[in-house]
């Protein structure tokens, strides 16, 4: 157990560190220079020298990296080059919104993943269960920007039940916080629901199959209450590994979401960041989000141990 | 004197891309509405915008996204320009200038207060043009260098010394190089603008909008609107959606030209068109060697069906034009038909120069129009003889690099949005390469002449370029406004740096 644990710490710091490697090296070669974009097209090669040694990119790539990382470590993000400002209560403004945009699009998967699943597992031989299980597959193949313009186009534009853009600080006007949460919510949680069904319905069926649910039949239980207390929690394990992959893929599947909605989150800064070569802001942010989904596998691991008995022994 | 100036300017930022290329904003009011009148109670507004602001302080970082939001409504100049074009006093009640054209003396209003509290003296004038030299870092300071010296006669008057006579200089006063700023109200310029303006600048939620509230000490008329929110939309299509489900009151700067129609056709709205600075160019690299001969340069412009072009790739909205003038400066010529359509000569003259068969790099920015354009330009191009190789840059950033600032690249699409940017385009210095000391002189001479002669000068100089096909124009961009029916004072013409807010009214 506690081996297990060190390994998987040890797993999550080299990966962190390879990362901020991988990033750093990614913004070094990128095209374009940050001190010509903000000094506009026809600065002088004077000036633009003169600004690139102000935001300190004349000094040496190794010298630059671990200035920066070493400002990570301390909770330094450091200064925007284009704005002026600190960058980290940027990144923390913007990682609250997008926070209630993933949670609240986990919880709608949830709602109807675990539910439609299970069903989809029961029945799979019956018609219902093959009508939910085409369904879903048609959630998987339409990706979340796509049901957003959707989403809007019926309940804001033609209905007009909803706002079709927008964001309000839950503190400022929770009516409105919620109504403008709605249609991104659903436009990412409805995806995910259906990916996630698939595979809530392969654990179940699977759970169906093994002896120790026939037994708790045999011992007179019935289908739904043999599954409630012995089958649930053995099909967790392969759910719990898919919905960490899922927390990352929300997240990003969130950057597009914000532009489709036009709510100020993390992804539209890091839009912003990257068309005004903010390299800066843009290398924090994506540490950041790093951070988000090696965190979210750490955890992930930790899970199954308790979920899983035999993974405590094993180790 | 004043009236020399007899220049329009204006015009928003017809994209969103366009802004890093600067870009001037709309200003002059066409239905004047509620300009100066009794301000409107407790009304709020809110209008889409398509390019946030990367900083609030325009004097480091350029793009058009700030003097749009902060000029004339929070900052303030010495002289503007009116609906017409003309130049005519803000915080200078007058002016005159010397016989040898190199001295203005100022008349200030003596009411005006910054929104820290500051009274607005000659002080602050002499301090702000002085600071355009030692502390601005974006490129378009130069236009202050021609000033030799500025002192404050008195509180309210002030004078400015050129070191040589410059029609030019005053018009860029009414751009943001001309914007006044308190001595000490500039410590927090990139987050907490103070200006003597209409409107004072209240909050900034990044990412999503600025808001800004009417200056109830304003020194002139107040604005009707207490609270103006600009919102600011990446995408064309939310930005038409945020207007039909009433989260905004107004487009600012329609992006998708081809959506227009589900406005037009709903009586709810008004559609505003206009024109604008952005001349959308044909760019060519003048010192590649293909583009030595005149043959190959005519050809190409011969080639282009600009009608044909312009229906596809905007939906027939914008103004062909035929030289680096917008309709709206004084020397405007319509010169399209310098080099009309003639697809047989086209490739005659390719023939002769010998550039059949070449290929020719045409690298574009990733801003829609250069991407439509793009296309319809090549596929004209080949048919009179020559190959297009198409490749497209991200905007601003690699674009800048590649084509701006190596010109690494035969041919370009880009809208010039500047006003009366034709001097600074055509140059051997600018990415088009273009070395014509013909043309020089023209410029030279319109600079430092009276009125009749600056006219008549531009008026060679845009003919010049047109003739010698230093590049093509493949038309204006609109100035496309959509509001609700209500809203009065939106400019139709967008010739400013700044969309004024200070005439809109309900």
Not at chain 2, 16 to 34: M, N, P
Not at chain 2, 79 to 108: M, N
Request: aromatic share 8%; charged share 20%; net charge positive.
């Amino acid at each position: 157990m506690i081996l297990r644990l060190i390994e998987r710490t040890g797993v999550f710091l080299v990966s962190l560190a390879v990362s901020s490697v991988l990033v750093f090296a990614f913004m070094a070669v990128l095209p374009g220079d940050p001190a010509r974009v903000a000094l506009g097209v026809n600065a002088s090669d004077q000036a633009v020298a003169e600004l690139r040694q102000q935001f300190g990119l004349d000094r040496p790539l190794p010298t630059q990296y671990f200035d920066w990382l070493g400002g990570l470590l301390h909770g330094d993000l450091g200064t925007s080059y284009v704005s002026k400002v600190a960058i980290g209560p940027q990144v923390f403004d913007r990682l609250q919104v997008t926070l209630w945009l993933v949670v609240a699009g986990m919880i709608i998967a949830l709602v109807v993943a675990v539910p439609a699943g299970t069903l989809m597992a029961a029945r799979h031989r019956k018609l219902s269960g093959l009508a939910l299980s085409a369904v879903s597959q048609v959630g998987v193949a339409v990706p979340a920007f796509l049901a957003g313009i959707l989403l809007i186009v019926v309940f804001a534009v033609k209905l007009g039940w909803l706002p079709a853009n927008g964001w309000t600080p839950p503190a400022q006007d929770p009516g409105m916080f919620l109504k403008q949460l709605i249609l991104p919510a659903l436009a990412l949680g409805l995806v995910q629901g259906a990916v996630l069904t698939r595979y809530v319905r392969s654990a179940v069926l699977d759970v169906l199959r093994e002896d120790y649910l026939r037994t708790a039949r045999a011992k007179g239980l019935r289908p739904f209450q043999a599954l409630w207390r012995h089958g649930l929690r053995n099909a967790a394990v392969p759910v719990v590994t898919v919905l960490g992959l899922q927390l990352a893929t929300l997240l990003i599947g969130a950057v597009v979401v914000e532009r489709v909605f036009v709510i100020p989150g993390l992804g539209s800064l890091l839009l912003d960041g990257v068309s005004n070569r903010d390299l800066l802001l843009v290398q924090d942010v994506v540490m950041v989000l790093v951070l988000a989904v090696l965190l979210v596998n750490f955890i992930v691991d930790l899970l199954y141990v308790a979920l899983d008995p035999r993974l405590r022994t094993a180790s | 004197m004043k009236s020399s100036f007899r220049i329009r300017a204006v015009a928003f930022v017809a994209s969103a891309a366009v802004l890093a290329l600067t870009a001037c904003s709309a200003g002059s009011s066409t239905s004047g509405g509620g300009s100066g009148s009794s301000p409107g109670g407790d009304q709020k507004l809110s209008i889409g915008l398509v390019a946030e602001p990367a900083s609030l302080d325009f004097t480091t970082t350029d793009g058009a996204a700030i003097p749009q939001a902060l000029l004339g409504n929070v900052y303030e100049t010495l002289v503007k320009q009116d609906d017409s074009g003309k130049i005519v006093p803000s915080l200078a009640k007058s002016w005159t200038v010397s016989p040898d054209r190199k001295t203005y003396t100022f008349d200030l209003v003596d009411n005006a207060k910054f929104t820290n509290g500051k009274q607005f003296t000659a002080n602050d004038a002499v301090f702000s043009i002085n600071r355009v030299k030692t502390a601005w870092t974006i490129s378009l300071k130069a236009a202050m260098d021609v000033v030799a010296s500025s002192k404050a006669l008195s509180p309210t008057q002030l004078q400015v010394t050129l070191a040589k006579p410059s029609n030019d200089w005053l018009f860029r006063m009414t751009t943001r190089i001309g914007a006044m700023f308190s001595e000490s109200g500039v410590s927090a310029l990139a987050t907490d603008p103070v200006g003597t303006g209409p409107f004072k600048f209240s909050k900034w939620n990044r990412g999503d909008s600025i808001v800004m509230v009417r200056n109830d000490d304003y020194w002139g008329s107040k604005p009707f609107f207490q609270q103006i929110t600009l919102k600011y939309f990446k995408d064309a299509t939310a930005l038409n959606n945020a207007l039909l489900t009433s989260t905004i009151n107004v487009i600012g700067t329609v992006q998708a030209p081809e959506a227009l129609s589900q406005f037009t056709s709903n009586d709810k709205y008004q559609v505003i068109e206009g024109t604008t600075n952005g001349e959308v160019l044909l760019s060519f690299n003048n010192s590649r060697p293909v583009f030595k001969d005149l043959r190959t340069r005519q050809a190409i412009r011969m080639a282009i069906d600009h009608k044909a072009l312009l229906d596809t790739c905007w939906a027939g909205r914008g103004k062909l034009i035929g030289s680096m003038v917008p309709p709206t400066d004084p020397w405007y010529e319509d010169l399209t038909g310098v080099a009309p359509f003639d697809l047989a000569k086209a490739k005659s003259l390719l023939q002769a120069s010998g550039a059949a068969g070449k290929t020719l790099r045409l690298r574009l920015p990733t801003l829609p129009y250069a991407t439509s354009c793009g296309q319809v330009v090549k596929s004209m191009l080949e048919q009179a003889g020559l190959k297009v190789q198409i490749d497209q840059l991200e905007f601003p950033a690699a674009w800048l690099t590649t084509v701006f600032k190596n010109a690494d690249y035969d041919m370009s699409i880009i809208a010039h949005v500047e006003p009366r940017d034709l001097g600074a385009v055509f140059n051997a210095k600018y990415y088009t390469r273009y070395d014509d000391p013909t043309l020089q002189g023209y410029l030279a001479a319109a600079d430092s002449g009276d009125e009749a002669a600056q006219v008549d000068n531009m008026k060679k100089a845009a003919r010049r370029l047109s003739e010698q096909a230093a590049g093509d124009w493949l038309f204006l961009l609109p100035n496309l406004i959509v509001a609700d029916k209500n809203i009065k004072g939106l400019p139709t013409n967008a010739i400013t740096e700044n969309f004024d807010l200070s005439k809109l009214a309900r």
